[in-house]
């Protein structure tokens, strides 16, 4: 009897220390085995803050503090970072995850620039000059598995590139989403023959290719992060370099012809505090006028920003294909400002009427607005949340991307929408939106159901987000510029009462100007030309 029960007491023992091993050996399968973020750094020594102690070797790198108080690392181009190989980094197991969060200077080279590698080909993130595509390998089953971004990267911009690898699929993420499709590749174990080789930051193995720039941390895994892991770690790093700003949305609605549906509809707005933006043409020749102005009062005194949308609303590329810049800023650009602001509202952002835009009008109305707006050209997978055109980073950007909200916007689907939100609140961004009417019933396109409304706005207040007008967004150190800025309008008329039939005569004495436009007040058409006798069909009595 009493070694039957010594019996069955050694079984549960030693099944106990098998599940405790099993918990240790998962323990060591999710940790990290390498973080460098620099703030513990002793002389050439990189401090390995992972606790794991694979520290790196520094060669040549500076470093300098960060407005948060953290440090990065300022790499020349000549100088690297090395981490000595060990057994924990000869790992095998065909699961892994490695990154790099930088800023690359536009004097890198006209090829190729390493960020990290371990081989010059068998794992590496890189940039292709060529291309401005980061590119990147996985070296499994003595395969080299290999893609690039599905978007382009620009110099002097913060970029964290994550690549994992699941024993299956190879996949980049950027900024902390999904990029790019990834590769699908089965295998049983990475390598093998890279175990031997160490791991190199700023530069390939063989110390060319070296990046000009900033690095402000490094990762390294030996287990494949999911989706939200690597953008919990996006957010977390993001917080280290920069105070970040609440996140949030930038909502705007186009055209006059829905200046109606917005004001019909502010209380819906206004259970969430949501304030927007309102991009108009040309007010005064419409037959509604006197009304759409009155609506346009209300949406302004409750928070709303007046912006612009083309005076005539015209396709910005196809009129230029037959004008000059100047011709289509006399008639698009310069009589939408002077109509606005004689109105009454500042005018800080413009969006592009059909988003056609190109170099040329970019740098046309540069000068004119704070932030200039247009859509986003496709959905990165069919999914806002991963699109990063759709997000302003508080990096004085002044043309931004937008997604449209509308029922029958293609990809712009409710779910896709609401983690796009997520993703913004998560790292201080602004995902920026654009609808045209709203309606209790959509019946056809640009139409945005009041149900549809409701939801993104409840879903953006539940979860924390803020409400962002265009003009909070674009580029900070834009200045308005002095034609508009101090323009006084001052007319005289040679009569004060005019019977039906009669003509009047309209002097400009306004000052610091270069173009007019004269409301006559009997619904007639507005006239440019400033200097101008007007026939009145019914009698007026000025005061």
Known sequence: ???????????????????ISLVGNAHANTDQLVHYNW??????????????????????????????????????????????????????????????????????????????????TAFRISIDHTNSM????????????????GTRIQP???????????????????????????????????????????????????????????????HLYNRTLNSSEILDLYAKDLRSIQHLRPGGIALSWDDSGHIQSCYRYLEIFQ?????????????????????????????????????LHGYNHKDSVRFLSNNTPATWLDQEIFPNIVEITRYGYPVYSFAYPYSSRNAVTDASIAPYFRTIRTRT???????????????YNWDDTQLLYGVEIDDQAVGASLPSIE????????????????????????????????????????????????????????????????RFSNVTANFTVSKNRIFAGENVTFTDYSKNHTTGLLDFGDNSPASSVTNVTHTYITWYLHI
């Open 419 to 482: 983690n796009g939100i997520d993703y913004a609140i998560k790292t201080g961004s602004v995902l920026v939106l654009f609808g045209h009417a709203i309606t209790p019933n959509v019946t056809g396109p640009y139409q945005v159901s009041t149900a549809r409304l409701e939801s993104i706005l409840n879903y953006t207040c539940q979860n924390g987000g803020v409400f962002y007008r265009m003009g909070d967004l674009g580029n900070s150190s834009w200045k308005q510029v002095p």
């Open 39 to 120: 703030t513990a750094d002793n002389g050439n020594t990189i401090i390995d803050n992972s606790g794991h102690g694979n520290n790196g070797i520094n060669n040549g790198t500076t470093t300098f503090t960060l407005p948060t108080g953290g440090t990065a690392r300022h790499f020349n181009g000549q100088s690297r970072i090395t981490i000595p190989n060990d057994d924990q980094l000869a790992f095998t197991d065909p699961h892994i995850t490695f990154g790099v969060f930088f800023r690359y200077n536009s004097s890198n080279p006209a090829g190729n620039t390493y960020l990290v590698s371990r081989g010059n």
């Open 271 to 307: 259970k969430y505090n949501a304030t927007c933006t309102i991009n108009v043409n040309a007010i005064s020749t419409r037959a509604e006028a006197a009304r759409e102005l009155e609506e346009l009062d209300a949406l302004h005194s409750a928070g709303w920003e007046i912006a």
């Open 1 to 19: 009897m009493g070694y039957h029960i010594l019996k069955t007491c050694i079984k549960y023992i030693l099944f106990i220390i098998f599940l």
């Open 377 to 391: 050209p496709t959905l990165v997978n069919g999914n806002i949340n991963e699109t990063t055109e759709a997000y």
């Open 156 to 218: 002097n911009k913060d970029y964290e590139a994550i690549v994992t690898y699941d024993g299956s699929h190879a996949q980049l993420y950027l900024n902390g989403l999904a990029n790019g499709l990834g590769v699908d590749y089965a295998a049983a174990a990475l390598g093998p023959s890279y175990i031997t080789e160490n791991w190199t930051i700023g530069s390939s193995s063989d110390n060319t290719y070296g990046l000009n720039g900033t690095v402000y941390a490094f």
């Open 134 to 149: 980061l590119t990147y390998s996985v070296y499994a089953d003595g395969h080299t598995i290999h893609a690039r971004s």
